[in-house]
C-alpha cells in the first residue's frame, strides 16, 4: 500500500472511533489518509484526535472559503486512490444512492472519479429495512463497492448484522481493493472466464422442524457462500444460489431460490441441474426430527422428552454421483481439530473433487474471517487468513483456471 492515497470519510455511528484504529493501520502499510467528517460524526470522534493520525487537516464544512481556495471539493475527490467510507451510516448511503450533496462528504461521493468502498455500521433493524438495502443495491449498481457488517452484540443492546467489521479486516479488504483498481486482479465484472458456465451453490444452515414452533438448525451465517456465488457471478457464471434461511441479501446477478430444509435444498439444487460447477457450502443440517408433529409438543411434567431422529440426504454425495453431475463439485468441511485428515476422508467418502476445509473451532461462523485448506486428489493448498469474500474471490479464480 506504499504510497496509495486514502480519502477517508468518517459519518456518524458509535462505531467512528475505530476509523482511528483503521488510520494507525493504514499508515503503518505506507498509505497516506486524508480525512473528511460529517458534523455528526464529530459528535463521536474529535477532528483534532483524526487530525494527530492522519497528520493533515480534517476537512468538514464545504462553504469554508479558505478550504475550497486551497482545495476545492472537487479536487479533494479526485486526489484519492481510493474513497472510503468507514463507517458508512444508513443516512450517508441513502444520500450517497440518490445523488444527495448537502454537505461536504455526500458532494465528494458525487463529485468523485474513484472507487468508493462503503464499511456499513448500523443497527440491525436498520440494516435489514428494505429502504437501506434498497439503497445497497443501488451502491453496488453504481459501481461502490459495500463490505457486510458483521453480526453480534450491538453498542444499542439488540443482537444481529450491522456492526462494523474490525478494523485488520477493513484493512485487509482496502489492500484487496486497491490491488484490484491498480489492475492486479480483475475487477468485478471485469473479465469474465466463467462466462456460459452454470453454477449452483448451496449456502448457509437449514432448519429441521420439530413441531409448529421448534427446530433444529446451527450456526452457520451463510456469509462464505453468499461470497462464493457473488465471486461466480462476477466471473461471468450463471448462478443459482440455493440459500437456507440467512439474514444476507443476494449478491447482484445472482438466481436465489429459498430453502428451509435439507430435503427442500436437495430438490432445489436437483431443479437447478445441469450446471458445470457445483459448490456446497451449506451447513446441512445431519438429521431431522423423525416426525414433524403436527400440535406443539407438550411437557408431560415427568422424564425430558427424546426426540427420535431420522438422517438427512446428503446433497454432496448424491450430487457427486448424479447422472448430471457438474464437472466440478466442491464441499465444504467445517471441522474443530484435525482438519486436513478429515478432509480427505471426506474427499473420498463423498466422491467430490475438492473439499475446501475451515477450522471453525473459533469465532469463523458467523464472522468475517476465514482460514482454509483447499484439498484435492493432488494434495493440500494451504491459504493465509482471510475476508471471506477473499476467500471467495480466490476460489472463484481457481475454478475458472481449473475449466478453461
Ligand atoms: O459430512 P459433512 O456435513 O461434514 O460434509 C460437509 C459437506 O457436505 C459440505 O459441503 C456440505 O454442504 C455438504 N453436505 C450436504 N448434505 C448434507 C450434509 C453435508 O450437501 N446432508
Redesign the pocket.
Known amino acids: 500500500m506504499n504510497g496509495k492515497r486514502i480519502l477517508l470519510i468518517v459519518s456518524g455511528g458509535i462505531a467512528a472511533y475505530k476509523a482511528l484504529e483503521l488510520v494507525r493501520l493504514l499508515n503503518r502499510e505506507g498509505a497516506s489518509v486524508r480525512a473528511v467528517m460529517t458534523d455528526s460524526a464529530k459528535s463521536f470522534v474529535t477532528p483534532l484526535s483524526l487530525g494527530v493520525l492522519t497528520g493533515d487537516r480534517v476537512f468538514g464544512d464545504m462553504l469554508d472559503a479558505t478550504e475550497e481556495q486551497e482545495i476545492g471539493h472537487i479536487q479533494l475527490s479526485r486526489d484519492a486512490d481510493l474513497v472510503l467510507v468507514c463507517p458508512a451510516t444508513a443516512n450517508i448511503m441513502a444520500k450517497a444512492a440518490n445523488g444527495i450533496a448537502d454537505d461536504l462528504a455526500t458532494t465528494l461521493l458525487l463529485a468523485t472519479d474513484k472507487r468508493v468502498l462503503f464499511v456499513p455500521a448500523m443497527n440491525v433493524r436498520m440494516w435489514h429495512h428494505s429502504a437501506t438495502q434498497r439503497n445497497l443495491a443501488t451502491l453496488r449498481a453504481d459501481g461502490a463497492l459495500v463490505m457486510e457488517p458483521d453480526e453480534g452484540a450491538m453498542a444499542c443492546g439488540e443482537w444481529g448484522a450491522g456492526r462494523l467489521p474490525e478494523p485488520p479486516e477493513i484493512l485487509a479488504r482496502v489492500r484487496q481493493v486497491l490491488a484490484q483498481e491498480a489492475g492486479a486482479l480483475p475487477l468485478p465484472g471485469e473479465g469474465r472466464p466463467l462466462a456460459g458456465r452454470r453454477a449452483i451453490v ?1 449456502a448457509g444452515p437449514t432448519h429441521e422442524p420439530i413441531d409448529p414452533v421448534r427446530y433444529i438448525a446451527n450456526r452457520s451465517s451463510g456469509r462464505q457462500g453468499f461470497a462464493i456465488a457473488g465471486a461466480l457471478a462476477a466471473a461471468g457464471a450463471d448462478v443459482t444460489l440455493v440459500a437456507g434461511p440467512v439474514s444476507l441479501s443476494a449478491p447482484p446477478g445472482v438466481r436465489r431460490v429459498d430453502v428451509q430444509t ?1 430435503r427442500e435444498m436437495q430438490a432445489a439444487v436437483e431443479a437447478a441441474l445441469p450446471a458445470d460447477i457445483a459448490v ?5 443440517a ?1 438429521w431431522r426430527a423423525a416426525s414433524d408433529a403436527k400440535q406443539k409438543i407438550k411437557k408431560d411434567g415427568t422424564a425430558p422428552a427424546s426426540l427420535p431422529l431420522a438422517e ?6 448424491h450430487i457427486s454421483t448424479h447422472d448430471r453431475r457438474p464437472a466440478l463439485v466442491i ?4 471441522e474443530t481439530e484435525n482438519v486436513v485428515e478429515h478432509a480427505a476422508a ?1 474427499l473420498a467418502r ?1 466422491g467430490c473433487d475438492w473439499i475446501v476445509a475451515n477450522d471453525v473451532s473459533g469465532d469463523v461462523m458467523g464472522g468475517s474471517v476465514n482460514r482454509v485448506h483447499i484439498v484435492t486428489s493432488d494434495g493440500v493448498e494451504e491459504w493465509p487468513d482471510l475476508p471471506k469474500e477473499e476467500v471467495a474471490r480466490r476460489l472463484a479464480a481457481r475454478i475458472s483456471e481449473t475449466l478453461t
Open positions: 448451496t435439507a456446497m457450502v451449506a451447513a446441512v445431519d438427512n440426504p446428503d446433497i454432496l454425495a464441499g465444504f468441511a467445517a471426506k463423498k
